[in-house]
């Protein structure tokens, strides 16, 4: 398969998930967070009334899962996004303005990146009883945006003194506009095939996170969350955790696949 | 019999003739210039001629040599080891001595300085030198040299011609010489080919060719080489 | 009346290399000069130097009456304006992400010009082209992109860094009768920085001969070709014959 096919055949599938996120709640048959029959509705195996089956609390899991992929994919989505947007400001910055500014930053970043990820997370929620979507949003963004800076930082470096940017300076263009009409649109393939990559790693890191019990709070149907709720219950009720366990599988690996694709259709055309 | 005899050489790219028909001949320490415009399929013969092309290349026509093939390439960037220093390749398949004279063959006057360093640290005459050194190392009884002047300074063009016209008088070394450019042909070649759309629309002596072109591609060729006005009163 | 473009004195070290040593230099209006030097001459940092790119250690450049050195950020942008540097394709001097069109409208956009979407004529290029990028293009017709960008600011000196470097000889012969044309239809004065020696002697009335950053002769073409004194103008002149 050529790159351009894979990343026609990534997305689509990528494109399809996030569209049934969205779509949430014009899918879902029931409410996620409604517990039916308690007496009778627990933990019920798939049938016509459940395509997935019930979860211990007697909510439909089907429901759940498409909630589900809204708040995994949303929070992921904001996280990166917000992580991406810091990283790629940083990086520009300290690219561009070299000396004193680079230096400082990227020593920041160093620091930074010592810090354990994971812990920070834990931490914030372990000392913030109110910490919810939100906050998860908040600390993955404000903690995952290092890599991005050095990853901009690098290719600004190393366009800064292409010739091409000589040649516009020789004729008059402006420094912010250089910036921002060239060094920016050069910027953007690696930064993509970041966030795309990074999308993925932090529906994974969530889930994880939720799979502990720290991150959303329940009822909400963070995919991980029924992962953990579904463990409980391996023997008797396989399906909650398992078709959890499955959605997340298929995004993470549609999400990589895409990033992968990209990077090879757009490296070699830029090299 | 001729040193190299070339007959019918052809060359396919996926169903797509990119020489044809292209027959030469090369004696002992004779000089050939193949002349065209990029496109014309120039660097494709010479690979075929080392037997070089990639194997989705389809070869046919019969190629006879009474000797080693020595082979200089074009884009001396992408043709020397970055990581490897400049000594070693030299004598990657010969012994050091044998190395060393062909550096100094190709007119490195002090191999020893320059055998300890990677090609980025020479200068663009240095590696085109050294480009040539790898080439004549195996003794080679023709060289093909694919644009050795190309992006070199005038003077330096200069003495590196003379170079490769001294190691034709000395060691009788038949030179099959590719460029674009008719005033390189004119001063290292003896005779030349004129090649247009993959196939020799024209080749005899080169004085003769110069002179009086007889094809169209011939005469903008000779139009267009690069020449100083006539000295004036 | 002033001269287009003076360089006096002009000196560059870099570490301890010397680059320029006090070069002399005057372009009039309408008048082609061509500097020519061999790698390590200094003659790209001569190219920087004139257009502000690069800050001497020592010396001066003067475009008409204005000095470089102590002009201001607006007047620099438009003395870029009305002396663009036109780098040699090889470098490949476009953003590759660019299309052709906007690259050489851009030109006219930083200096405040009114559009034009006649651009590409003056190069000899269709119209069409304009949708094009970079990559697509060979390298006579990206060379002539770069002229047709510099010509958009409507420039009164043209500096050129080796034009016909990377480029075969048949496409030389049409750069070169392209950069005839323009001389002689718009007067541009033109300063030309190269080692192809025959290319100054088609187009320009005097040359400067440049060696490990000195001005070693200068003089009209026809007397320095013709009865070339430095030695290495003499060297120069035999490898170009």
Not at chain 1, 49 to 55: A, C, M, R
Not at chain 2, 113 to 118: D, G
Not at chain 3, 60 to 69: I, K, M, P, R, S
Request: proline share 6%; glycine share 10%; hydrophobic share 50%.
């Amino acid at each position: 398969m050529t790159a351009g096919r894979r990343v026609q055949v990534a997305g689509i599938a990528v494109g399809i998930i996030g569209l049934i996120a969205i779509c949430a709640p014009l899918l879902a048959p029931y409410d996620p967070v409604r517990q039916l029959d308690l007496a009778a509705g627990r933990a019920l195996p798939p049938s016509w009334d459940h395509p997935l089956g019930t979860d211990l609390f007697s909510r439909d899991l089907l429901s759940r899962l498409l909630y589900g992929a809204r708040l995994s994919l949303g929070i992921a989505g904001l996280a990166v996004g917000l992580a991406v947007l810091l990283g790629t400001l940083v990086g520009l910055v300290a690219g561009w303005a070299g000396g004193w500014t680079d230096a400082v930053l990227m020593r920041a970043v160093d620091g930074f990146l010592a810090i354990p990820r994971v812990f920070v997370v834990l931490l914030v929620f372990a000392l913030w009883d109110a910490a919810g979507t939100t906050a998860m949003v908040l600390v993955l963004g404000l903690t995952g945006w290092f890599a991005t800076a050095r990853l901009v930082r690098a290719e600004v470096l190393s366009l800064r003194h292409r010739d091409f940017v000589t040649a516009l300076e020789a004729l008059g263009v402006p420094p912010t506009r250089l910036l921002f009409r060239h060094v920016v649109p050069n910027v953007l393939a690696p930064v993509v095939i970041t966030t795309t990559l990074g999308v993925g790693q932090v529906v994974l890191l969530e889930a994880g996170l939720a799979y502990l019990g720290v991150g959303v709070r329940p009822p909400a149907p963070s995919w991980g969350a029924i992962i953990r709720e579904g463990s409980a219950a391996l023997a008797t009720a396989p399906w909650i955790a398992a078709s959890a366990g499955v959605a997340l599988v298929l995004t993470v690996t549609a999400l990589s696949l895409l990033g992968d694709a990209l990077r090879d259709r757009l490296d070699p055309r830029t090299r | 019999m001729s040193l190299l005899t070339v007959r019918d050489l052809g060359v396919t790219w996926s169903g797509v003739p990119v020489v044809h028909g292209v027959s030469l001949t090369l004696e002992r320490a004779e000089g050939l210039a193949l002349v065209g415009a990029s496109g014309a399929g120039k660097s494709t013969i010479a690979l075929a001629l080392a037997g070089l092309l990639p194997p989705a290349a389809r070869v046919s026509g019969a190629v006879a040599c009474d000797g080693a093939i020595g082979m200089a390439f074009q884009d001396v960037g992408a043709g020397l080891n970055p990581v490897m220093r400049v000594g070693s390749q030299v004598a990657e398949m010969v012994s050091v001595p044998r190395a060393r004279e062909a550096l100094r063959d190709a007119g490195v006057e002090d191999p020893t300085a320059v055998w300890r360093r990677y090609p980025h640290e020479l200068s663009g005459g240095q590696r085109q030198r050294v480009m040539l050194a790898i080439a004549l190392a195996g003794e080679p009884a023709v060289l093909i040299a694919d644009e050795p002047t190309t992006a070199l300074d005038p003077t330096l063009r200069v003495a590196i011609l003379e170079r490769l016209s001294a190691l034709r008088r000395e060691r009788g070394l038949a030179l099959l010489l590719i460029t674009h450019d008719l005033a390189i042909a004119r001063r290292a070649a003896d005779r030349i080919a004129i090649l247009s759309n993959g196939t020799i629309v024209e080749d005899g002596p080169a004085a003769d060719v110069l002179a009086a072109p007889r094809t169209g591609a011939a005469a903008a060729l000779v139009a267009a080489m690069p020449r100083l006005p006539e000295a004036g009163p | 009346m002033t001269a287009r473009l003076t360089i006096r004195g002009l000196t560059k070290r870099f570490g301890t290399v010397t680059a320029l040593d006090g070069v002399d230099l005057t372009v009039a209006e309408g008048e082609v000069v061509a500097v020519i030097g061999e790698s390590g001459s200094g003659k790209s940092t001569l190219a920087r130097c004139a257009v502000g790119l690069t800050r001497p250690d020592a010396g001066a450049v003067w475009h008409g009456e204005t000095d470089l050195a102590t002009c201001g950020r607006r007047t620099l942008r438009a003395l870029r304006r009305q002396a663009p540097l036109v780098f040699q394709d090889a470098s490949l001097a476009l953003d590759p992400r660019q299309r052709i069109g906007a690259a050489v409208a851009e030109a006219r956009i930083v200096h405040g010009l009114p559009p034009r979407d006649d651009l590409l004529a003056p190069v000899g290029l269709p119209p069409d082209l304009a949708r094009r990028y970079p990559h697509e293009l060979s390298g006579g017709q990206r060379q002539r992109v770069l002229l047709a960008r510099a010509l958009a600011t409507e420039p009164t000196l043209l500096l050129l860094d080796e034009p016909t470097a990377s480029l075969d000889t048949l496409t030389r012969a049409d750069v070169l009768a392209l950069l005839q044309n323009l001389v002689g239809l718009r007067g541009l004065a033109m300063l030309l920085i190269t080692h192809d020696l025959p290319a100054a002697a088609v187009l320009a009335q005097r040359l400067v001969v440049l060696e490990q950053g000195r001005v070693v002769e200068s003089g009209p073409v026809a007397s320095l070709i013709g009865r070339p004194t430095h030695p290495h103008t003499r060297a120069l002149v035999a490898a170009a014959r």
